[in-house]
């Protein structure tokens, strides 16, 4: 490229980007090699080169609609063209500038991803480098997403410039061998480098409480929920920050332990505590109140909580939860601390001040990083609740990772329901719309179904997030005019049967989205989003999810999957254990005494059995503790369940009235029970099931008749109960 062009371009890079470089070293000093790159704007051709120790030359398409100043840029920057018109010129241009020891860049997707995430990768790098024998060098570009030149909000260009330098990490990883190089392995390794391009974001480091109180200061007038718990209470950003500045001052002044209890359902109240709690200094536990009275104990003491803060409202509607000594109510810690007249201060701070003064004054740190932000306990399916210790980094990443889908506007609307307690109902419908600056409408029960629709039509709620067994009431209860203003509705927690997904879309006109997450995973891993709309009439078609499936993973994440019993990465397409690595991965087990001794080699073992395919789609085919092994074949219990409903014409939307249950058999290693509401026989399942043709492995053996099928209060099934049921009938 001429010096007159190369020299402007240089400066201005210089002055939009702060390009940090990791893995420099890794680019050879000399001879050729194929840098292939993900694809997320239109100047990632310029960020990688000033991050590249060497020139680079780049592959380009050139279709019928390239105008002339593109092909003149082209020919005087040295780009190889890939052109319809000769289809094999470009690797022979390819492999002669190869093999006189240049660096060709490729970006293997084939254009600009319009989602946000890594596409399908494309084979033609892996030809370039056999035909050259030259090795492959993978890099990851982060930061340039949400920029002008991406499609972030669905449109290039046509969008608010960032005032500010971009921070911006390229990640170049470890050369590749020519007769190694395929699309698995690229994939792979662009992944892991971009979880850890993402992980060096500067915004990372920071205190979430800090970046809340900005986030509600710059925006002071702006309703930021509208509370539905009792009546409608539209709360403003400057009066929650106020509230919770009040609060923060009571709480150091009154709790000298490190962590506050919190047992509230979702909203003004439960954000003011748990926003006052992080402002303090302290770490927010929010309680589980439906769970039984042995866990809720046991969590409290572990976690060393002594204060509580509840409303007293609540407090007397669960008269058997362990409410310590120093139980507070929120509305009387307020009053206390000064109440309206203490929060008038603030309000005008909000409105006057610089946003990065009123988070000083609040006195809630700038910096949080890797120091402990939440306490979330696990459900308890598999036994004692597990606190798992989120940092400010976690959740951080987190909403950034949420955030940068670009399909959770600031001008959405959410539906806040889900229980502040669970990990989804604690990130998504809590900090995020906090911090991004959606609207967030807060309904007190997920259960109450009346009640969500009427706040979805009184509202006009734009997104719903909920696990199956929360959406199925919608259908005999809401009408199409209800759910009108729906743009997305999103699921997790649980398999999103097909039969629910096909009569939401069939009633509601609205196509449910599947993603998957955990509470060690801040929560959410993946996430399937609506098809990103084709630009023009020769842009490739981009798909944004697959039925069946929960999404490609979110950026700066990465995802291996191994045999259960070995820990060696399985056949490209193939099911095993799905680990995965990320900077919203937890920190650790409460009462572990180093962070990262859950993980294996830095990988978190979810014990989900998952494949990912080609284009980068996670399926979970189930938990492997849902598994059982049958004279050595993996037996899944999900299937099984849905085939004995099928058999036996159960309505899937009723309540669940079948569950397997794995127990220890000496013969086989386990024999199947089924614990079910219905009246039927080990017989009757047996006839069934051989008669449709399945192995005998798969049959089960034993039937135990309950009164209900325990679940938890987050709906999920209970199977620590399941088990123990399971267990005492095979030994009476």
Known sequence: MPLWIAAPVWLLSRLLYRVRVLGASYVPGSGG????????????????????????????YRGPGTGRLLNWIFRRAGVIVVSPHSPSQWLRESVRALESGELVCVFPEGGISRTGQLMAIRRGFELMARRARV????????????????????????????????????????????????????????????????????????????????????????????????????????????????????????????????????????????????????????LNFTAGRASVESSMAEAGIRTVLTADALRSRFPDFPWPALTRDLRSELDAAGGRRAMVPWVLAAWLLPNQWVAALVGVPARGGDGEAALLFTSGSGGNPKGVVLSHRNLLANCAQISSLSIFPESAVMLGCLPIFHSFGFTFTLWYPLLRGCLLVTSPSALDTRALIDSIREERVSVLLGAPTFLRPFLKKAKPSDMRSLDLVITGAEKLPDDLRRRFLETFHIEILQGYGLTETSPVANLNQPHPPVTTATADEQIGNKRGTVGRLLPGMSARIVDPDTGVDVAPGGTGVLLLRGPNI???????????????????????????????????????????????????????????????????????????????????????????????????????????????????????????????????????????????????
Not at 45 to 60: F, S
Not at 222 to 242: E, F, H, N
């Open 135 to 286: 090795p492959v060098i993978p890099a990851f570009v982060d930061g340039l997403w949400g920029s002008v030149f991406s499609f972030a909000g669905n449109k290039y260009l046509w969008k608010s410039p960032r005032l500010l330098p971009t921070p911006v990490c390229v990640a170049f990883g470890e050369a590749i061998p020519f007769d190694r190089a395929d699309v698995t392995v690229a994939r792979r390794a662009l992944m892991e480098l971009g979880s850890d391009a993402f992980a060096e974001r500067p915004a990372l480091r920071r205190n979430i409480g800090c970046e809340t109180v900005r986030s509600l200061a710059r925006r002071p007038g702006s309703t930021a929920i509208i509370d539905r718990t009792a009546g409608r209470r539209a709360v403003s950003a400057a009066q929650l920050l106020a509230a919770a500045a009040v609060l923060a001052r009571r709480i150091r002044e009154t709790v000298p332990e490190g962590r506050v209890g919190i047992v509230l359902p979702p909203g003004a109240g439960a954000a003011i505590a748990n926003l006052a709690a992080v402002c303090a200094g302290k770490v927010p536990v929010n």
């Open 33 to 60: 090699a194929v840098v292939i790159a993900n694809h997320l704007s239109y100047v990632d051709v310029v960020v990688l080169q000033l991050a590249c120790p060497r020139p680079l030359r780049y592959m380009a």
């Open 586 to 732: 937890f920190s650790r087990y409460l009462g572990e005494a180093e962070p990262g001794a859950s993980l294996r080699d830095g990988w978190f073992v979810t014990w989900d059995l998952a494949s990912i395919d080609d284009d980068g789609f996670v399926s979970i085919e189930g938990r492997l503790a849902r598994f059982s092994k049958i004279g050595g074949e993996m037996v899944p219990h999900g299937t099984i369940e849905q085939r004995v409903a099928e058999a036996f014409g159960v309505d899937p939307g009723e309540v669940q009235s079948i569950v397997v249950m794995g127990v220890p058999d000496e013969a086989k290693g386990e024999a199947l029970v089924v614990l079910t509401t219905l009246d039927i026989s080990a017989a009757d399942i047996r006839e069934k099931l051989s008669t449709a043709g399945y192995p005998n492995l798969w049959i089960p053996r034993a039937v135990l008749r309950v009164g209900a099928i325990p679940v938890l209060g987050t709906g999920k099934l209970d199977i620590a109960a399941c088990r123990r049921l399971a267990l005492e009938s095979r030994a009476s």
